[in-house]
């Protein structure tokens, strides 16, 4: 695993919302750089980018027309590269977003592949034989027809301007299908390598893959889309050994063993990501839930990956409702103590450090539909177009949040206990304490069936509890490894009032302690307040 994961801090960046810097109302890269410097001073040192390819953007730019180009809107080829060696120069490394599985429909490749001849994109991508179709497989969202020379059905992955690529399927059972180690789907896997490798020649650090579970068809126990993923692994530990691989997988325990450095907990699958930040959300003070099956899925999967691998947690990403529809800002505060001080990287989507609501009543955009409400300009400031853009407020990419009290980075910069201010502290934290590492290991004290959850980070310099208590009543936790602790950081500013085992928390309050080592007390700079108490 690459060394600098150790210390990751992720922001995701939606391309077309995060700043306009050459006034046509959407987001570029001129204008991501000149935002360098606030992600630099909120702690950030890893960026994922979501597709900045040339598009159709039928699907936000997850239908791709040139994977070896990129969008005019945001800028070319050379103004990445120099926007990657500006992140580089301020300690940021880079991920692109890689659209593995399928392309758009105005592709030149699956242009060729319509026609009714035979050529070097025939089978690449799946096409039916015979017509009209009904019958779909597993993996294959449809099967579209009538929209080429040659007969058949191309399959579709999830718009139906997104025909898939052709990586075989596990089952073959019918003659127009490839095995997954057939030449035809080898070949369409060494055209991935090829685009990765141009991107990273280009100066990226690695790739977050869209799909990256899907891409043999019929593959029910993934045991050929895992051995896909394992060539690939091997290729770049080859070539570029310091290249990292994300996966949106939603199952560590497959997508870690397909050789990824790390899976996100996601909305959908197994994890129950949903627990802790939206569906009826632990961290809430009003919903009574609680984590015991998030728990009780993490402990496993942390167990079978432990040093294979890391299991990181979103605030967010593009396709869920921001998580400010279901916390209040006080909540989030919470929400942000857990995912700061959890093992693998943590993920903060643009706008959720400030606490960016979620738009309601948007009209679809770029395929979003109801994502739309979460792709919303970046609220920099209080003035025109919250400070995204220089454009007339109808040129926007999307409107900006119109109500009187919404939140922007210029105004919690200088509000001291803003949410901002909150998770650049807890970044800090994380920075300054080696038992908050992506690797270093954790104990849950409690089994998330009640309040408060507790649990302990460490590694051999030092052993942290975290306790948090999103319940509107004061809880009392105790344990035997309290004994002999020195405060870090709590919610309130003052230090645990019961000496040796109990530790008390105020409704919606939270510890940071450091246990059983009096003689190695934090570096972590004190506030003035916290030096008063």
Partial sequence: MSHWLEHAIFYQIYPASFKD?????????????????????????????????????????????????????YGSNEDLRNLIHLFHENGI?????????????????????????????????????????????????????????????????????QPALNYGFGNVTENW??????PEAESTRLLLQDIMSFWLDLGCDGFRVDMAGSLVKDDPDYRCTIRLWQKVRAFLDNKYPDAVLISEWGNPLQAIEAGFHMD??????????????RTNPYFSLSSGSNLKEFIRYYRDAYDKTKGKGLICIPSGNHDMIRMRESLSPEEMKLAFVFLLTMPG??????????????????????????????????????????????????SLYLPVDTSEDR?????????EGSL?????????????????????????????????LVYERWDEKEKLLIAINP?????????????????????????????????????SGFAVIQVNRPDCFSAFPLTAEQESV
């Fill in 177 to 182: 299908q490839f095995s997954a180690d057939s």
């Fill in 345 to 394: 990287c943590p993920f903060i989507y643009y706008g959720d450090e400030i606490g960016m609501r979620y738009l309601h009543g948007l009209k679809s955009k770029e395929g979003a539909y109801e994502r739309t409400g979460s792709r919303t300009p970046m609220q920099w400031t209080g003035g025109d177009n919250a400070g995204f853009s220089e454009a007339s407020p109808e």
């Fill in 21 to 73: 810097g050459n006034g046509d109302g959407i987001g570029d890269f001129w204008g991501i750089g000149e935002k360098i410097g606030y992600l630099k001073d909120l702690g950030i040192n890893a960026i994922w980018m979501n597709p900045c390819y040339d598009s159709s953007f039928y699907d936000g730019g997850y239908d791709v027309k040139d994977y070896y180009k990129t969008a005019s809107r």
């Fill in 420 to 452: 901002l201010r909150h998770v650049q502290l807890l970044i800090q934290l994380r920075k300054h304490h080696s038992a908050l590492r992506s690797t270093s290991g954790i104990r849950f004290l409690t089994d998330g069936s009640g309040y408060p």
């Fill in 264 to 277: 996100f907990l996601l909305h959908v699958g197994p994890t129950h990501y949903m627990d802790l930040f």
């Fill in 93 to 161: 490394r880079v991920l692109l977003d890689l659209v593995a599985g399928h392309t758009a429909i105005d592709h030149p490749w699956f242009q060729a592949s319509c026609k009714d001849e035979v050529n070097d994109c025939t089978n690449r991508y799946i096409w039916q034989a015979g017509g009209p179709w009904a019958k779909n497989y597993p993996g294959i969202a449809a099967f579209l027809c009538g929209i080429s020379e040659r007969p058949g059905a191309v399959g579709v992955n999830c718009f139906s301007t």
């Fill in 407 to 415: 939140p922007d980075v210029l105004t919690q910069l200088r509000e």
């Fill in 471 to 507: 319940s509107p009543e004061p809880v009392t936790f105790s344990h035997e490894s309290i004994g002999n602790t020195d405060e870090i950081l709590t919610g309130d500013g003052k230090i645990p009032a019961d000496s040796q085992v109990r530790l008390n928390l105020p409704p």
